[in-house]
């Protein structure tokens, strides 16, 4: 009984880890921010949570982009 409940907590286990790093992952392949930018909101999100992805989604980039020719 007690192998059942652990096989039946595995899944539950997985979504809740793919949850937590799934603004990571947005934040990742977001196309608004630089690298730097999205490191330190990556790092924000880890230590803050999910307000800062919301922040992100929000308030991203914080600089607004430069154009590629001068």
Known sequence: ME????????????IGLLFWWL???FILFSGKVTF????????LTLFV?????IFFMLLAPIKPKRPDYY
């Open 3 to 14: 192998a059942l409940i652990g096989l039946l907590t595995l899944p539950f286990i997985l």
């Open 23 to 25: 603004p990571i992952i």
């Open 36 to 43: 730097a930018e999205k490191l330190a909101w990556i790092l």
């Open 49 to 53: 949570s999910w307000f800062a992805w």
